[in-house]
Structures are given as structure tokens and as C-alpha cells.
């Protein structure tokens, strides 16, 4: 049986106010180690919210995300924040970099925050994933200096930096050219297939079927899930599925 | 999270705005330095004041009379007692045993003391009539208690042993009386005793009260003025350190039973006039240094704006709340940091030039330079509040942006 690496156990979303909307609504979804997983659905069908559920960014009304085993319903935001930058990644649609930085000093910004390590030896890490995506002659440059696929993979590796288990990533090629999604995608590809766990949210249907899983989200619920090259299949008992997987 | 990231973050914050962050510097360097030459023109005017006046007149002064009624036979013979129409005996005026009081007084004085013997009486000149003070001194001893003979302006304080009936008078006086040493004016006692005395020396103290109402002359001729031989009743005590004149005149008064009245007591409607004034001071600096702070507090709201994306995404990256925060915090601490040093220069350039300012002096008739007081406190004070004020306002608009959740952030900017 494969490690369990992020698990979502009946969560829901709402939105409370005048009048309340459930953004997700009570999913129950295992993704493995290693695993590429991604997210699709229509716009508003709540598939960005799941992500941000499951990256810890935000909290949900009922239900638990355990990363690696460990519960967060009841952490607080604090030691959310710490698991955020320690075991996971996030890389969104636009690349969000710190324009008065470097890309060398957008990616080494997480490990300075997690202060593991000397200045020395984050500046080689932040050169080595650099140099990994390709990158390693625009290390001092500032994201103004950059397109916009280069940008992305900088946020890539600033994702990378602290050795996260877990990537979540929401459209990552939404704002990209056929070509740099192409890399982008490739390169998530390449992190999943190292080990890590990859959750995408997509529109792309081409970029989607390259995961192992699809998950198709209507409506706040699981619609279907899909196997890497399988047809699509109802969504019942995802989570023990993707274990079994 | 290391404190280094978070000044790596404000200092590009700061630096990426240069005319904003120039503007709150500026801000808080007019603040400061403003705040320094104000403390110390306020202080120095008020220690030379102070000057002027412990140097005019004794630190403590001994006087012939008691602070409460003396206690009745009747009163120690009877618990309760009814008195009307009491007669005071006629007892000789004066401090008895000035001598033995004086020796006893030294044996233990942080200063010196000396006799005096204090009493009224007009100068009669050209026509006019002019009450006065006359003090009688002995001119040996007066240097030790008094700063005369710093104050003569015309002859010396020995002059007076010249004569018996020799005096010394203000320079405003003289001026009053159109008299010069040399000249002779009468002097008529309280009991209609009437000298004709010679003018041996001019004196200024700088306060007109005393120039123009004070007259100085030998102890014997102020006691035939005053009709009392050999009485002594006043003694003068100048202290080393004038600050502890109302402790001392305290343990003076207990000891002699004398009344003994310090500089302090003297002047304690003067002193609290500068309670007040400098309450007035303290609350126009206080409010300098807050109106100050308010740049900082419009940059650091600005910033704060202008990076809602940048918190959203460090706080996504696992940023602390706490920690975000901080960074506006210390980008404020630099704005007022800086702004300090500034202010301490330019607090140090107004009071120099503000030394080198004079005001022409109507009673002297002299230019006097205004008097600034230097003390590393004002700037310590100055420079600390103004940090205070900064990092206080920067904490409101900067709680207010790291406690927006990232998610809006992000959906907004997607």
C-alpha cells in the first residue's frame, strides 16, 4: 500500500452572509505520495477552494486535512503558517514573486523564512533549482526582467526550496504560452515523478489526462475521478481508491 | 523567522520609495530637531534665570522672627485658655548669639554663613524720595556668600570700609538718582535718623527689583539706620550645592529655631511658573513629535496598500502573521531611525545658531545672547519618543494589512 501524503476527509466551505453559498461540500479525497493529481471542473465548481483547503491556506467549516498523517482542523494559525512552509509548495496562476528581489532571492525566501539553513548553503540551493529549471543565468534578475514562463519557473523553485512533500498548484499555466505551459507542466511532471505529490488545479483537459488522477469537482463535490489513460469513472470512495493505487 | 529577511524586505520597501520615505525622514528630523532647540532654549533661559536669581540673593536666609506665634505662659499653665488683647513683650529685636549660632552652623554647613543686618530706609536726592533695602555687610566676609563683588560695576566692595557711612547701590538706582561714585545722597532711617552717606560703588545683578531697590553698607551703619546697636538680624547662608537649600534651611530652621528661608521658598511662586511653563513646553514637544509620526504613519498605510499582494503571498508561503507585521515595523524604525540621526544634527545646528542670537536687553541696555542648554538627554528623550511615536504608528495600518487572509488576495489578483 502507498504512503498516504495529503488527505481530505469530509471537508466543506462555506461562504457565510446574507446569503450563504457552499464553495466545497463535504469531499473526501487521498492523494499518495508521489502522485500527480489534478483538479478540473468549471469555473465556480469550487475546485480552487479545495486546493486552498488542501494547502492549508484556508480552514474549513467541518472536516480535517491531514498532511502526512497529521491532522490540522485544530492547529492553529500559527502552526498552520510553520506546515505551510515546511511541507508545502505553492506555485498559482500568476507568478506572485516580490518585484524588489532577485529571483535568487525570491527562491531562497522561504528557506530564509524557515532559518534552517547558513546564507551559504541557501544560495547554492536557490542556484541549483535555478540551474534545474533552467534559470541559472537569470538568477540576479528581477521578475520585470523576466517573461512570463520564466517567472513561473521561478516561482516553481521558490516552491521547491524548502524540500516540501507536497506542491499545490492552481492554474499554473493559466497565464501561459503554448510553449512555457508545455515546460511548466513538464517540470510538475518531473517533481511528481521524484517523489513529491503534485495536486494541479487545471482548465486544460490535454494537461490534466499527462496526471496520474483527475478529479472532476461540480458543484463543491468529487464528479468522477479518472486514472492516468482510463476512461472516467464515478466518484465513490476516492480516497480509498487513491490508496490502493 | 530571521530578523535579517524581515530588514531585507523593509529596507527594499523603503528604498523603493525614495521621495515618500525622504518625506517621513523629513518629518521626523523636523520633529526631533525642533523638539531640542526648544527643550534647550527652554532650559537654558530658565537656568540662567535661576542663575541670575541663586546669584543675587543668599541660598538661605536666617531671619529674627519665628514661623508660629510663640507658646503663652498662660497656654503651658492651662489645657484651655481664652486670650484677648495680648501685648507682645518688647523684646530687643535681632538673633540673639549670632556668633555661637554662626560657629555651630559651620561645624556642619555644606557652605558658608555670615551676618547681616537687613532695614529700611529712603534716599532723599535732588528732590525725590526712593525707599530702598539697606543691607548691612561686613566686606571681608561678603565674598563668601554673595556673588557682589562679581556684580560691582563701579569700585569694589572693600570701598566701603572708606567711610563709615559709605554705600553701594544698583546701577539702575544710580541711574534713577542721577548719582556717581563720589556723590553724596541722605539716607534717612526708620526712626527718622537722617546720614548723609557717599556713593563708593555701583553694583548689577541683572534683576531690576534689585538694582533699583537694594543698597549695600557697612553692618554698624545699617544698625544706627535701623536704631539698634550691635544687632545682627539676618544671616546669610550660601550653600555649595543651591539645589539642597530647602533641606538644609529645614534642618537650620530646627536647629535654631529661626525662621530659615531658602531661595526656593523665596521664590515658590516663581518656581511654580515654571512648573507650569514647563508642563506647557513638555505637552507642545510631545505633540510635535505625535504630529511628526504622522508621515510615517501615511507611508507605512501606503505601503501596506500597495503590498497586499506581497503579505498574501508571504503569508502563503508560511510567513507568520507576527512576522509580516514586523517588517512594517522595522521599515518604520528605519524612516524614524534615520530620521532621528537627522534631527539630532539639525537640533544640534538650530541651537548653535540660536546661541548666536542676542536680545537687546531694556534694563541692562546690553545685547544678551540667548541661552541654550545642552544636555544629551534632550536628544535621548527626543530621539526615543519619536521611535516610540513611529513604530506606534506604523503598528496600526500594518496589524490591519497582515490580518487580511491571502485567499481574497489571491482570488482578487487572479
Given at each position: 500500500?502507498?504512503?498516504?501524503?495529503?488527505?481530505?476527509?469530509?471537508?466543506?466551505?462555506?461562504?457565510?452572509?446574507?446569503?450563504?453559498?457552499?464553495l466545497?461540500?463535504?469531499?473526501d479525497?487521498?492523494v499518495?505520495?508521489?502522485?500527480?493529481?489534478?483538479i478540473t471542473?468549471?469555473?465556480?465548481?469550487?475546485?480552487?477552494?479545495?486546493?486552498?483547503l488542501?494547502?492549508?491556506?484556508?480552514?474549513p467549516?467541518?472536516?480535517?486535512?491531514?498532511?502526512?498523517?497529521?491532522?490540522?482542523?485544530?492547529?492553529?494559525?500559527?502552526?498552520?503558517?510553520?506546515?505551510?512552509?515546511?511541507?508545502c509548495g505553492f506555485v498559482?496562476?500568476?507568478?506572485?514573486?516580490?518585484?524588489?528581489?532577485t529571483s535568487?532571492?525570491?527562491?531562497?525566501?522561504?528557506?530564509?523564512?524557515?532559518?534552517?539553513?547558513s546564507?551559504?548553503?541557501?544560495?547554492?540551493?536557490?542556484?541549483e533549482?535555478?540551474?534545474?529549471?533552467?534559470?541559472?543565468?537569470?538568477?540576479?534578475?528581477?521578475?520585470?526582467?523576466?517573461s512570463?514562463?520564466q517567472?513561473q519557473?521561478v516561482?516553481?523553485a521558490?516552491?521547491?526550496?524548502?524540500?516540501?512533500?507536497?506542491?499545490?498548484?492552481?492554474?499554473p499555466?493559466g497565464?501561459?504560452d503554448t510553449t512555457?505551459?508545455?515546460?511548466?507542466?513538464?517540470?510538475l511532471?518531473d517533481?511528481a515523478?521524484?517523489?513529491r505529490t503534485v495536486?494541479?488545479?487545471?482548465?486544460?483537459?490535454?494537461?490534466?489526462?499527462?496526471?496520474?488522477?483527475?478529479v472532476h469537482?461540480v458543484?463543491?463535490k468529487?464528479?468522477?475521478?479518472?486514472q492516468?489513460?482510463?476512461?472516467?469513472?464515478?466518484?465513490?470512495?476516492?480516497?480509498?481508491?487513491?490508496?490502493e493505487? | 523567522?530571521t530578523?535579517?529577511?524581515?530588514?531585507?524586505?523593509?529596507?527594499?520597501?523603503?528604498?523603493?520609495r525614495?521621495?515618500?520615505?525622504?518625506v517621513?525622514?523629513?518629518?521626523v528630523?523636523?520633529?526631533?530637531g525642533?523638539?531640542?532647540m526648544?527643550?534647550?532654549?527652554?532650559e537654558?533661559?530658565q537656568?540662567?534665570?535661576?542663575r541670575?536669581?541663586?546669584?543675587?540673593?543668599?541660598?538661605?536666609?536666617?531671619?529674627?522672627?519665628?514661623?508660629?506665634?510663640?507658646?503663652?505662659?498662660a497656654?503651658?499653665?492651662?489645657?484651655?485658655v481664652?486670650?484677648?488683647?495680648v501685648?507682645?513683650?518688647n523684646?530687643?529685636?535681632?538673633?540673639?548669639?549670632?556668633?555661637?549660632?554662626?560657629?555651630?552652623?559651620?561645624?556642619?554647613?555644606?557652605?558658608d554663613?555670615?551676618?547681616?543686618?537687613?532695614?529700611?530706609a529712603?534716599?532723599?536726592?535732588g528732590g525725590?524720595?526712593i525707599?530702598?533695602?539697606?543691607?548691612g555687610?561686613?566686606?571681608?566676609q561678603?565674598?563668601?556668600?554673595?556673588?557682589?563683588?562679581?556684580q560691582?560695576?563701579?569700585?569694589?566692595i572693600?570701598?566701603?570700609?572708606?567711610?563709615?557711612?559709605?554705600?553701594?547701590?544698583?546701577?539702575?538706582?544710580?541711574?534713577?538718582?542721577?548719582v556717581?561714585?563720589?556723590n553724596?545722597?541722605i539716607?534717612?532711617?526708620?526712626?527718622?535718623?537722617?546720614?548723609?552717606?557717599?556713593?563708593?560703588?555701583?553694583?548689577?545683578?541683572?534683576?531690576?527689583?534689585v538694582?533699583e531697590g537694594?543698597i549695600y553698607?557697612?553692618?554698624g551703619?545699617?544698625?544706627i539706620m535701623?536704631?539698634?546697636s550691635?544687632i545682627v538680624?539676618?544671616?546669610?547662608?550660601?550653600?555649595?550645592?543651591p539645589?539642597?537649600?530647602?533641606?538644609?534651611?529645614t534642618?537650620?530652621?530646627?536647629?535654631?529655631?529661626?525662621k530659615?528661608?531658602?531661595?526656593?521658598e523665596?521664590?515658590?511662586?516663581?518656581?511654580s511658573?515654571?512648573?507650569v511653563r514647563?508642563?506647557?513646553?513638555l505637552t507642545?514637544?510631545?505633540?510635535?513629535l505625535?504630529?511628526s509620526s504622522?508621515?510615517?504613519?501615511?507611508?507605512i498605510?501606503?505601503?501596506?496598500?500597495?503590498?497586499?499582494?506581497?503579505?498574501?503571498?508571504?503569508?502563503s508561503?508560511?510567513?507568520?502573521?507576527?512576522?509580516?507585521?514586523?517588517i512594517?515595523?522595522?521599515?518604520?524604525a528605519?524612516?524614524?531611525?534615520?530620521?532621528i540621526?537627522?534631527?539630532?544634527?539639525?537640533?544640534?545646528?538650530?541651537?548653535?545658531?540660536?546661541?548666536?542670537?542676542?536680545?537687546y536687553?531694556?534694563?541692562?541696555g546690553?545685547?544678551?545672547?540667548l541661552?541654550?542648554?545642552?544636555?544629551p538627554?534632550h536628544y535621548?528623550?527626543?530621539?526615543g519618543?519619536?521611535?516610540?511615536?513611529?513604530t506606534?504608528?506604523?503598528?496600526?495600518?500594518?496589524?490591519k494589512?497582515t490580518?487580511v487572509?491571502?485567499?481574497e488576495i489571491i482570488?482578487?489578483?487572479s
Amino acid at each position: 500500500m502507498s504512503e498516504i501524503a495529503l488527505q481530505a476527509v469530509g471537508l466543506v466551505r462555506r461562504i457565510e452572509g446574507a446569503i450563504s453559498h457552499t464553495l466545497v461540500n463535504g469531499i473526501d479525497l487521498s492523494v499518495n505520495k508521489g502522485e500527480f493529481v489534478a483538479i478540473t471542473g468549471p469555473s465556480g465548481s469550487g475546485k480552487s477552494s479545495l486546493l486552498y483547503l488542501l494547502g492549508l491556506l484556508d480552514a474549513p467549516n467541518e472536516g480535517d486535512v491531514m498532511i502526512c498523517g497529521q491532522p490540522t482542523a485544530k492547529l492553529s494559525e500559527t502552526e498552520r503558517a510553520d506546515i505551510r512552509l515546511t511541507k508545502c509548495g505553492f506555485v498559482f496562476q500568476f507568478h506572485f514573486l516580490l518585484p524588489e528581489f532577485t529571483s535568487l532571492q525570491n527562491v531562497t525566501l522561504p528557506m530564509r523564512a524557515a532559518g534552517k539553513m547558513s546564507e551559504k548553503e541557501m544560495h547554492e540551493r536557490g542556484l541549483e533549482l535555478l540551474t534545474s529549471l533552467g534559470l541559472k543565468d537569470h538568477a540576479n534578475k528581477r521578475p520585470n526582467q523576466l517573461s512570463g514562463g520564466q517567472r513561473q519557473r521561478v516561482a516553481i523553485a521558490r516552491a521547491l526550496s524548502n524540500r516540501p512533500e507536497i506542491i499545490v498548484a492552481d492554474e499554473p499555466t493559466g497565464a501561459l504560452d503554448t510553449t512555457s505551459t508545455e515546460q511548466v507542466f513538464g517540470i510538475l511532471r518531473d517533481i511528481a515523478d521524484s517523489g513529491r505529490t503534485v495536486v494541479v488545479v487545471t482548465h486544460d483537459p490535454a494537461l490534466a489526462a499527462r496526471a496520474d488522477r483527475r478529479v472532476h469537482i461540480v458543484d463543491g463535490k468529487i464528479h468522477e475521478t479518472i486514472q492516468g489513460g482510463q476512461a472516467p469513472e464515478p466518484a465513490i470512495a476516492i480516497g480509498a481508491t487513491a490508496a490502493e493505487s | 523567522m530571521t530578523t535579517k529577511l524581515l530588514f531585507d524586505i523593509a529596507w527594499t520597501h523603503v528604498t523603493a520609495r525614495v521621495r515618500q520615505t525622504l518625506v517621513g525622514m523629513a518629518g521626523v528630523s523636523m520633529g526631533v530637531g525642533f523638539t531640542i532647540m526648544m527643550a534647550g532654549l527652554m532650559e537654558g533661559s530658565q537656568i540662567d534665570f535661576l542663575r541670575q536669581l541663586v546669584d543675587t540673593m543668599p541660598h538661605i536666609t536666617i531671619q529674627d522672627e519665628r514661623r508660629s506665634v510663640p507658646t503663652q505662659p498662660a497656654d503651658q499653665e492651662y489645657g484651655a485658655v481664652q486670650m484677648s488683647n495680648v501685648t507682645n513683650l518688647n523684646n530687643r529685636p535681632g538673633i540673639k548669639y549670632p556668633e555661637s549660632v554662626m560657629a555651630s552652623l559651620r561645624s556642619w554647613l555644606p557652605g558658608d554663613v555670615t551676618p547681616s543686618v537687613r532695614t529700611t530706609a529712603i534716599i532723599d536726592h535732588g528732590g525725590g524720595r526712593i525707599g530702598v533695602t539697606l543691607t548691612g555687610i561686613d566686606p571681608r566676609q561678603e565674598p563668601r556668600v554673595s556673588k557682589l563683588a562679581s556684580q560691582m560695576r563701579e569700585g569694589q566692595i572693600a570701598d566701603l570700609s572708606r567711610a563709615p557711612n559709605a554705600i553701594i547701590i544698583g546701577e539702575a538706582l544710580a541711574q534713577k538718582l542721577a548719582v556717581k561714585p563720589g556723590n553724596t545722597v541722605i539716607l534717612i532711617g526708620g526712626k527718622g535718623t537722617e546720614v548723609t552717606s557717599s556713593v563708593v560703588g555701583l553694583f548689577r545683578s541683572g534683576m531690576k527689583r534689585v538694582d533699583e531697590g537694594q543698597i549695600y553698607g557697612l553692618t554698624g551703619f545699617a544698625q544706627i539706620m535701623m536704631g539698634q546697636s550691635g544687632i545682627v538680624n539676618e544671616l546669610r547662608l550660601r550653600l555649595n550645592d543651591p539645589l539642597i537649600a530647602q533641606q538644609v534651611a529645614t534642618q537650620v530652621e530646627a536647629q535654631t529655631g529661626y525662621k530659615s528661608v531658602s531661595w526656593q521658598e523665596a521664590n515658590a511662586d516663581l518656581l511654580s511658573t515654571f512648573a507650569v511653563r514647563d508642563f506647557i513646553v513638555l505637552t507642545v514637544m510631545g505633540a510635535m513629535l505625535l504630529t511628526s509620526s504622522f508621515a510615517t504613519y501615511n507611508i507605512i498605510s501606503t505601503i501596506t496598500h500597495e503590498k497586499r499582494q506581497d503579505i498574501a503571498i508571504m503569508k502563503s508561503l508560511g510567513m507568520r502573521e507576527y512576522s509580516v507585521r514586523r517588517i512594517f515595523i522595522i521599515e518604520s524604525a528605519i524612516i524614524g531611525t534615520v530620521g532621528i540621526l537627522f534631527g539630532w544634527i539639525l537640533g544640534y545646528l538650530l541651537c548653535y545658531g540660536w546661541s548666536h542670537i542676542t536680545i537687546y536687553n531694556m534694563l541692562t541696555g546690553a545685547n544678551v545672547p540667548l541661552q541654550i542648554y545642552y544636555s544629551p538627554m534632550h536628544y535621548i528623550v527626543a530621539g526615543g519618543i519619536s521611535l516610540l511615536c513611529c513604530t506606534g504608528a506604523a503598528f496600526f495600518p500594518a496589524r490591519k494589512a497582515t490580518r487580511v487572509h491571502p485567499v481574497e488576495i489571491i482570488r482578487g489578483a487572479s
